[in-house]
């Protein structure tokens, strides 16, 4: 069974700093593709930043230079650092995996989101 548990968020001001983990079980992780989605009320879901094992990454443009997303093979883990946060980056956070294992979806797997309130 392929489990995503997300963690980290909370409400910080802005300019200041969060960091996302999204634990992965059941899959292959150093096999496996990994996504940081989010999701702002009355808005569609969007893509934040990709990692494709074992290294290769990829950025929104609203978010490149300010977050980094990376992975830790040996925790199955994958993180999403937030510096230099905005009141835009306001969202549901979703890690998402298009995996290597049994349960793996061909529509890929979703954790169940942490919530990221950035105001004053």
């Known amino acids: 069974q392929v489990q995503l548990v997300e963690s980290g968020g909370g409400s910080v001001q802005p300019g200041e700093s969060l960091r996302l983990s999204c634990a992965a079980s059941?899959?292959?992780?150093?096999?496996?593709?990994m996504y940081w989605y989010r999701q702002a009320p009355g808005k569609q879901r969007e893509v934040v930043a990709g990692l494709i094992n074992p290294g290769s990454t990829t950025y929104a443009d609203s978010v490149k230079g300010r977050f980094t997303i990376s992975g830790d093979n040996a925790k199955n883990t994958v993180y999403l650092e937030m510096n230099s946060l905005k009141p835009e980056d306001t969202a549901v956070y979703y890690c998402?995996?298009?995996?290597?294992?049994?349960?793996?979806?061909?529509?890929?797997?979703w954790g169940q989101g942490t919530q990221v309130t950035v105001a004053s």
């Open positions: 998402m995996t298009y995996c290597t294992g049994n349960g793996c979806s061909t529509s890929g797997n």
């Open positions: 059941g899959i292959i992780f150093s096999m496996s593709t």
